[in-house]
Each structure stands twice: as C-alpha cells, then as structure tokens.
C-alpha cells in the first residue's frame, strides 16, 4: 500500500483499515512518507472526516509515538481538564490546585498561547522562578508528592502530534474535527488520567464559533475517550466576550491569585466552580454535582485552594510570595485607562478582537516560537448590557511602551461598542452539558 | 498574503483572486511555496473546484512559466488534437499526416504513456532512428516546412506545469477536473494553435469513466479555450474496450501504418476520421465535417496521408522503410495464441484490464522515468458482440519471454468473457460532440 493509495482512498471518502493508518502514519514519524503526501491526507481528512475507528486508531498512533504516564499507584481517580481556549481563560490555573486541594489527583499538562487565545503555560510562567519544564519523571515525583503539577507538553508526549500540529498550522488543516479532537485526546490519554473535563468555548472569540460544531467536537472527543476508558463530560461555556476583567499573563495571573483567595469576578469564579464541581464527581470526591459545587466553594472561600497553589509554586521553584503580593507579577511601565465615549449600554466586547489586539500588544503569539511580554495586556471591566456614563472608565492597557498603550487603546475603543438600547442576552456561561449519555441543554 | 491564508480561502470555497493564485503559483516555480503548502492546496481544489476566472488565471501561469509558440508566418489555422487517453488508442499517430496532408498546419506536442493507457511518443519511437526531442526551434522549422511535427513536451513549455504534475502524481489530485483541464490547455495553447480537437474517453477504461464527469471536462477546456480564442471541438468517445485490434507500442505503430494505407481495424478509421473531418473543418480545408470526412476517407486511400508521414518520419530522422515494411519495427520474441474456451458472444474485452495487463507485461510504465519494451502487447480481434465458436483464435500476446507470455495469456483471458446471450450494446464510438454552443448527442 502506497501512500499515494492511502491519500486516494480517504480522498474518495473510504474509511482507512488500521493498516493503511498506522503505514502513513508511523511512515511519516519515519520520515519515509513526505510533508507534501502528509499535507494532501490531513487535506483529504478535513473534507472526507474520520470514522470513530478511525479516530481511535489515528489517536493510539500518536499516543503510541511517545510515552504514557500511568499513576496506578496513587488511589483514585485522576482527573485533568482542557479548554479549546479563549480571551481571558485563566480557569485552569484556578481549578488544578483547588480541585487537587480537596483530594483529586490533577496531572496537568499545558500548551501556550498561539493566536488570538492565550495559553496557561505563559500565564504560569509570570510567577517568578516558576518551571513548568519537569521532566516527566519530576512531573510524576510531584503528582504522587503533592496530588497536582502544571507542566507544559514535552518532547516525551505524543510527538508525533506535535510534528502533525507544525504541518497543519501552515496549510490550513487545523479547524478538523477529528484532528483536533484526536490531538488534544492523545496528549491527555498520555497524562495517564481516568477522567477528564473539557470546556468547549462558542461565541465570535472561540476557535469554533459555532454551536454544532462545538457539540461536535464534545461528541467526538466523548467518543474517543470511550475507547481508553475515560470518561469524558464536555461543557459548552460562553466566549463570544472574554471571560473575567484580565486579559494578558501577569494580569491574568493576579485575577487568578484574586478568585483563589475567594475574590475575583464573578464569571471566573462562577466558571472554576462549575468545572471543579465535574471534576470533584468524577474524581469520586463529590457523590453528586451539586456537592462539588459546594466543596469548591468552601475551598476558594477557606484558603485551602489557595495553600495548595502555595504548595504547587513551591515544588515547581517558584516564588509563592505573589499570593500574597501580586505586585511581585511582571508589571508593565504604562497604563491608560479608556473612557466611555458617551452615555448608553455596552452592546458588544469583542472576545477576538480583544485577543488579536492583545497579540499585538504583546501579550500573545503569531508564530510558536515567538516570546510574550508578560506584563502587558488589558483590564475590561465593562461587561456587555452594562449600563454607563460617559466619561466612565471601561478599561485599562498595560503596555511596555507609550506608542504601544495608544495603539492598543485605539484598538480597544474599536472592540467596544455602545449603544443606547441593551442588547440581546448574551450566551449563557455555560449552556451545554455533554457526556457518553447525551446533550443536555442547560 | 500568506500562503497559510490562500489555502485557507480556497478551503472554505472562496474564489481566489489573482494577486493570490499568481503569489502561490509563482511562490511554488520560485521555491518560496514548499511542496506541503501546494499539494494542500491542490487537494483544496480537488474538493472545491476553481471558478472560470481561477481557470484562466491558473492556465495563464502555468502558460507563462514556459515559451509560447507562434506561427502567424504560416497561413491558415494551426489545429492540434488530444485524447485523454484510452487503451490502443493510436488515433494520433494517423491523425497528424492524414490532416496535415489536406493542408492543414499540426505542431503536435505529445505526451509518453503512464498508467494503463499508452502515449504516443512511445509508439512513435518504434519507428527506428525516430526521435521525438526536437528542440522547439527545429520543432518550429519542420512544421513551417512540412506543415507537421510530432515531438514530446519539452521542458520549455510549460515547466510549472510538469512540476504540479509530477507532486499531484504522489499525493491523490491527478484527478481534479480543473487541474486536469488547466494542465492539458497551457501545453496546447503554447503550441501556438488555433483551435483543438479533444477526445475525451469515456468507459470502464477512460480516466474519467463517467458520461458527467467527461461532459464537465469537455466544457471546462471549452471555457479556457474560449479566453485564449482556441476554439475547441470536443467528442466523446468509447473506452469500454480497446481501440482497434493492436495494444502495445510497435504493434500500435504497425496498426496505425495501416490505417495510413487505407486498411486496418474499421473502429480506428472510422474515429480517425470523424476526428480528421473536425480539425479539416476547424483549419478551414473542408467547409464542414462531411465535407472534411469526405476529404479525409480519400486521403487514407489514395496514399497522400502515407506520404507525408514519409515526410515527417525523414523529417525526424527516422527510416521510412518502415511504413513500407512493418517488420522492421521492434518485435516480440515470443507469441502465443488465446483461443475461445468455449461457444458464445463476447460479452466484454475490459479495456481496464487489459491496459493494465499490458503494463506488467513491458508495453507501459507505472512510473514516468520507467521504460517500455517497445515490442510486446496483445492483438485483439475479439470485439464485444461478435459471435464466436469454440477453439476459435480471440487474440495474440506479443512478449519476451515464454513465462511473460503465459502470464499475460491469463491475464487476457480474464480480461474477456463470453456469454450464451449477445452483450447490452457497447457505448457508441462517438457519442457526444461538445462545443461552445453546447451538447450534441449524435
């Protein structure tokens, strides 16, 4: 079986024997099958779709390319969670150490930011001394010591994945459902979890807009965790405005510290408990939903989520005096403040063009290797159907540089818009609940 | 404009302008495209399609990434024709004298064979001493001095061109109408034509089996003709079994040198002339295709199309002697004899099959740089219809070897069944003819 076969049969929309998959597949980790042919099936499959024995055999395969954790030893269930990503979604730095803090084991692995979305990792790394680089080995020495660790993905994880991603990001084969979804399940199944949490963002911010495509992508990740025995709950939450008044690292990383020390705005905190609660009953440490709502609540309100970020910034060589002095966060030398141009209601904060304003600033990333400026980035307190007053303030900039605050006020005034009537409800928080037995609207 | 975003546009169906075609195109001819970009976008168009506008557009660059023949020194419209390829299909061969004897111009520009259907450089090249790689200026002088030329593609025309082909070969988008139709028109307008006859095959052995598929091709170069003022004539033509009774190069040359002799199969004179009587209309020599069938059925007979293939041959170095005596082309070693196994009708000669067949047996390549043995291949007399008694001789394998022989037997016996009843009736030799005013079903 040539790999010209192989493109042709998927091309045609056969469904491609296990065979045919692991050749091309393992061919290219290989470097026997070349870019160009890899490009033309990744092409094919964004038109013609996968199977879910498909799906399974392309997410063993990259599962099958690097290592996999496995913590049999600790007692329990081992839970992660994964957001698609969105403007101002610091939820995951929140919810690893409260959900860890009340007896869930969390082996977290990251990505950075690349886009309009910012990444955990990035935001992470404000603290300073923080390594998010452990080798596995440490990753693991510190699940088992500690119940939690936040790394980024290394070089041991699902490489084969990380090659596919470079090769999508450049031809236009990123926004497939199946290989998005076998991407993310690869690198997750590697961590060695039993059950995992996922936030798929809608709305103008997310990286699928779209309702039926963000079911979609829940359903086929739900599938795929069906065949490694892990149980997948999928919740579909709000981004067509960001999430919380921070967008940008050191910036997100303090609004975090604030919900952890049981302040913080409403949406992040409401968000995090949400998610933490799936978590706490998938964990087996809450017998209903319900009652984890009620555990996370306790632990942001008590500070026992706070002393185990305490304790995850220690073992990682952070400094884990920014908790309680977040002014020790990389700050930026300007800040501007933009006021409301007239009276009237907030109609719209656009969550992606806040995002790509927010790259530009700085504070995110066009090309993998590029570096952030971690200081940078905006504070947005006005929320769309707010009502204000002209001359009110709206929102910060944070910048490293005059020049750079003016551009980036001028591109936030054009994020914003008011109006005189309020307008139409926005997306619920969370609107959608989807597990292996169905779509529950909420 | 990034190639990322061209991609992109055309994967979501966009029409791409021609600031981005030309930017992509000419990227890829100046190494600044990588071939994993191209092959995703070809395979974008492959399910998306290219508007007429993109047709040109991309026509235009693949033209213009070589030289352009012209021939305006010549009087009267130069005519070419193509096939898109069938199983004996040697119509070429007589096509090119036979019209060019009637006074009609020809710079015939050909392709060699790949796949299971044959290519007439290589039946040419039967000939001894023939050579087919003129340069284009002897190309030039030989058709203003004798009114004909049949060469190979040089790498002066249309080099992009060869490029795609050879990336679309590996990666599953060889079959791309508007590929196909873009390719095959910027050689043919480089030729420095006037109008063209194309004879798309249709029929288990065609490239395109299907009647839509073939119409669609048809109109696709009609509409790129039609911005270079190529006027194009297109018929549809039966591959469902082979042309003629000869498969295979020298046996192909010698069929053909009988047909210039006014004898031959009566399936190969006749599309020979109907095809003859196209390019005569379209060159102005005949008033109208009766007209021009009439013009050319004498000129088969009278011995004037034999002789300017004397003139052509001598004109490239060839040994005329051959259309005198057939024998001195290459011949096979070894012939054995597929006699009827039982009473009955032929109910099919698979033309598929017997193409294929006749690759493994040294008449074609699988890939372009492989060679052929020029003397091997079947002669078929079996036709789909006829009526034949047991024992009876169906055909002969031409090969080099007693084994290659055997094999090739019982290749050919699977390649023909026979039935107790007569067959549905066989698609029509020409069934459709195609211009710019639209279908007609003849």
């Known amino acids: 079986m040539v790999p010209y076969q192989i493109i042709q049969h998927k091309r045609n929309g056969a469904e491609l024997k296990t065979a045919e998959l692991s050749a091309f597949f393992n061919g290219y980790s ?8 890899m490009s033309a099936l990744l092409m094919a499959i964004y038109f013609q779709g996968l199977s879910h024995d498909e799906l399974w055999t392309l997410t063993d395969i990259m599962l099958r390319s690097g290592k996999r954790l496995e913590f049999a030893d600790i007692a329990g ?28 084991t969390v082996p977290m692995i990251s990505g950075r930011g690349l886009g309009h979305t910012g990444g955990t990792l990035d ?62 399940m690869s690198k997750k199944i590697a961590e060695g979890i039993d059950a995992l949490v996922l936030d798929i963002k809608r709305g103008s911010g997310a990286f699928l807009p779209d309702l039926e495509r963000a ?19 999928a919740l579909l939450t709000a981004m067509d405005r960001p999430l919380g008044f921070a967008v940008g690292n050191a910036l997100e990383m303090e609004e975090s510290i604030l919900v952890l ?27 209903s939903v319900g009652e984890g709502r009620k555990l996370a609540g306790k632990a942001l309100d008590d500070g026992s989520a706070l002393e185990q970020m305490r304790r995850i910034i220690e073992a990682q060589s952070g400094n884990p005096a920014v908790l309680d002095d977040p002014a020790l966060l990389p700050q930026a030398s300007v800040q501007r403040v933009l006021h409301a141009p007239s009276n009237g209601y907030i109609q719209e ?37 707010q009502r204000i007053e002209k001359d009110e303030p709206l929102a910060s900039v944070y910048a490293s540089s005059a020049d750079g605050a003016a551009h980036a006020l001028a591109e936030l005034f054009d994020a914003i818009t008011i109006a005189d009537e309020p307008p139409p409800r926005p997306l619920p928080l969370v609107s959608h609940r989807v597990t292996s037995a169905g779509v529950e609207e909420l």
Chains 1, 2 share one sequence.
């Open 30 to 37: 290989a470097d026997e099958v070349p870019d160009y042919e």
């Open 123 to 184: 935001k992470l790394e404000t603290i300073p001394g923080l390594r998010t680089d452990l080798t596995l080995d440490q990753f693991r020495a510190q699940v088992r010591k500690i119940g939690c660790a936040m790394i980024g993905q290394t070089a041991e994880i699902a490489p084969l994945d990380k090659r596919l991603y470079a090769l999508r990001d450049v031809t236009a084969t990123v926004e497939s459902i199946p290989l998005i979804a076998s991407s993310i």
């Open 77 to 104: 269930r081992k839970v992660d969670k994964h957001s698609t990503g969105g403007v101002g979604d610091k939820i995951s730095i929140i919810l690893a150490p409260l959900v860890s803090s009340l007896g869930v």
């Open 215 to 233: 079911l979609e992508l829940a359903q086929t990740m739900i599938a795929i965790g069906q065949f490694y025995n892990l149980e997948v709950v």
């Open 349 to 385: 904060v656009n969550a992606l063009k806040v995002g790509q304003a927010a790259v530009r600033l700085g504070a995110g990333r066009g090309t993998l290797d590029a570096r952030v400026d971690p200081g940078v980035g905006y504070h947005i307190t006005a929320k769309p159907g």
């Open 261 to 287: 020390r049981g302040e913080g705005p409403s949406d992040i905190r409401e968000l995090t408990i949400v998610e933490a609660a799936e978590m706490l009953r998938l964990g087996g440490v809450a017998a």
